[in-house]
Nanobody
Framework: QVQLAESGGGQVQAGGSLRLSCAAS????????MSWFRQAPGKEREIAAA????????YYDDSVEGRFTISRDNVKNTVYLQMNSLKPEDTAVYFC?????????????????WGQGTQVTVSS
């Protein structure tokens, strides 16, 4: 079992930055692959970024690559999503997610644990 607590969402103007945090508790964080998904109104939940349990392997959706950075601190049991050069199309609810596997988790059906989501709104 693991509980995920997200923070850092909010409103920002286009070109600005936000840093999302997801603190995990309940189990050994270093055993979990972690992902950030996002869901815009009227759209399906989709992958934004993912990171393996060690932090050595990452994945980014084409829409965010070069602008977003996923990282993790296995001492603080926290995964981060640094979002730079934000665009209005990045507006969505962002969800932290975890699964106790090696490698990456890139699709919602693979996820076992979800955070509650945090709203990111980017204005033009």
């Amino acid at each position: 079992q693991v509980q995920l607590a997200e923070s850092g969402g909010g409103q920002v103007q286009a070109g600005g930055s936000l840093r999302l945090s997801c603190a995990a508790s309940g189990q050994t964080f270093s055993k979990y692959a972690m992902s950030w998904f996002r869901q815009a109104p009227g759209k399906e939940r989709e992958i934004a970024a993912a990171i393996d349990r060690t932090g050595a392997i990452t994945y980014y959706d084409d829409s965010v690559e070069g602008r977003f950075t996923i990282s993790r601190d296995n001492v603080k049991n926290t995964v981060y999503l640094q979002m730079n050069s934000l665009k209005p199309e990045d507006t969505a609810v962002y969800f932290c997610a975890a699964r106790l596997i090696e490698g990456l988790v890139l699709s919602p059906p693979e996820i076992v644990y979800w955070g509650q989501g945090t709203q990111v709104t980017v204005s033009s």
